[in-house]
């Protein structure tokens, strides 16, 4: 089983955080680092993957972002039975 842990913390730009996640997933050369391609490339892994998501401060400049990945991760687990996500910060999980 795979184990990637993302501390939003640790990264000061949006692309800081695309390419931690293209290395620690080997993502193809392709990915587009964006949203969409991430849910493509996440609901796509055939190994099973568990993905610990720690949210920043609600100050940070990649909160807004770092809520909106969370999403995308939560709805390609429900997609892929080989994804598990758990997530620490004050994320709400809506289903609208």
């Known amino acids: 089983m795979k ?3 993302l501390k939003f913390d640790r990264f000061e ?18 990915y587009g680092r964006n949203l969409d391609a991430l849910y493509d490339c996440l609901t796509d892994l055939d190994e099973y993957t ?16 770092a809520e909106r990945m969370t999403r995308v991760f939560l709805d390609a687990e429900e997609e892929n039975r080989r994804l598990g996500v758990i997530y620490a910060g004050n994320y709400k999980r809506n289903k609208d």
């Open 3 to 5: 184990k990637v842990i």
């Open 50 to 65: 568990c993905v610990g998501l720690f949210l920043p401060k609600e100050e940070s400049p990649l909160r807004q972002y």
């Open 13 to 30: 730009t949006i692309d800081e955080v695309q390419d931690y996640l293209a290395g620690a997933f080997a993502f193809p050369e392709y």
